[in-house]
């Protein structure tokens, strides 16, 4: 049977070395860890999306819906971890100095991104369209949805395959055209998309630099100068996908 091979860097740390760091530090590093994990997964499930190309607009709808999906869990979560790492908010205090330093060069590390026009784009994502569902804008929003929008329901037998777009018309689309006409600037509903991806784009590199500050700062220091070492494996070709050669399904099919 043929094999896919995966080359990967281990840096090993012990529980004693994490704890010689105070008890934020520990807390900080591990909601970290588990934040641009997460992102890293979101990144990878992108990467495969399918961008349908079809006749029927209903196929269409229920491609995009996943794609955009995992677009907007991925710059929420970004959004959440800006906010951790800057100390934001009343459950991110701390008093630790040298974690209350890493903030400051954390705010000015997101600056870059903050500056773009898709910040905003990507706050509002956070709080109306991604982690809270809110009655207040939605009065509003759906009375700007097209009269030709896609209003029917898509039922099948299999969980996962039902699909209803016209929730994304009247939350996730509106919205694009709502940010769009508020704009002092001539934009449609793909310039603010754009920026959004921009913003995005910036956000993750921004937490790629940040983490690695971390860990120099706090983690390494307590290693020994010790290295990664290299570690390789043979995998079930299903579990590594090339880009360009697999999509993620949009639909499911049990036999």
Request: net charge negative.
């Amino acid at each position: 049977m043929n094999k896919a091979f995966l080359r990967l860097h281990n840096f090993q740390i012990s529980e004693s070395e994490l704890t010689k760091l105070s008890l934020d530090q520990q807390a900080t590093f591990a909601l970290f860890c588990y934040a641009v994990s997460e992102v890293n997964c979101l990144q990878r499930l992108s990467l495969f999306s399918n961008d349908v190309d079809w006749e029927e607009p209903e196929i269409v709808a229920a491609s995009g819906i996943q794609t955009c999906l995992l677009l907007r869990t991925i710059s929420s979560k970004l959004f959440e971890l800006r906010e951790l790492l800057t100390f934001y908010g009343k459950y991110n205090k701390t008093k630790d100095a040298d974690l209350l330093e890493f903030g400051r060069r954390a705010k000015k590390r997101f600056q870059i991104s903050d500056a773009h026009e898709g910040f905003e784009v990507a706050k509002r994502m956070r709080h109306e369209a991604t982690f809270h569902y809110q009655l207040k804008p939605t009065r509003t929003r759906i009375l700007d949805v097209p009269d030709d929008a896609i209003r029917s329901l898509y039922m099948h037998e299999t969980p996962g395959n039902q699909f209803f777009p016209y929730g994304e018309e009247a939350i996730f689309v509106s919205m694009l055209d709502e940010i769009a006409n508020e704009s002092d600037k001539s934009m449609v509903a793909g310039d603010v998309i754009k920026a959004w991806a921009e913003w995005t784009l910036e956000a993750i590199r921004a937490a790629n630099d940040l983490f690695s500050d971390f860990f120099v700062s706090f983690v390494e220091p307590h290693t020994n100068g010790r290295k990664p070492k290299e570690a390789s494996y043979w995998l079930d070709p299903s579990l590594v996908g090339t880009v360009g050669e697999y999509k993620t399904p949009v639909f499911v099919r049990q036999e």
